[in-house]
Nanobody, 126 residues
Framework: QVQLVESGGGLVQAGGSLRLSCLASGRTNSGYVMGWFRQAPGKEREFVTSISRSGGNTYAADSVKGRFTISRVNAKNTVYLQMNSLKPEDTAVYYC???????????????????WGQGTQVTVSS
């Protein structure tokens, strides 16, 4: 079992930046593919970005490419999401997720993830 706790959300003006953190605890020694998802009010949850177990590979949705960066520090059991040039349409609850390694190092579907955090609210004002 792995527990995930997100932090760092808040209210920011359009064009601003935020950094989200996701701290993993529990059985973290096996290593997990990590991802960030988001869900805006009235919308389905959507993939944001994913990072491989080593941190060497990342993949991001087109909507955030060039603005959001995922990273991880395995020694701290922490994954980060640096969000720059924020837009009002980035407003959502952001969720951290962890996936057991199966056949590849990047996953972009929610169904591929095994553990989820409670989420942190990000609100971008215009």
């Amino acid at each position: 079992q792995v527990q995930l706790v997100e932090s760092g959300g808040g209210l920011v003006q359009a064009g601003g930046s935020l950094r989200l953190s996701c701290l993993a605890s529990g059985r973290t020694n096996s290593g997990y593919v990590m991802g960030w998802f988001r869900q805006a009010p009235g919308k389905e949850r959507e993939f944001v970005t994913s990072i491989s177990r080593s941190g060497g590979n990342t993949y991001a949705a087109d909507s955030v490419k060039g603005r959001f960066t995922i990273s991880r520090v395995n020694a701290k059991n922490t994954v980060y999401l640096q969000m720059n040039s924020l837009k009002p349409e980035d407003t959502a609850v952001y969720y951290c997720a962890a996936a057991h390694y199966r056949d590849r190092e990047i996953y972009s579907r929610g169904s591929e993830y095994d553990y989820w955090g409670q989420g942190t609210q990000v609100t971008v004002s215009s």
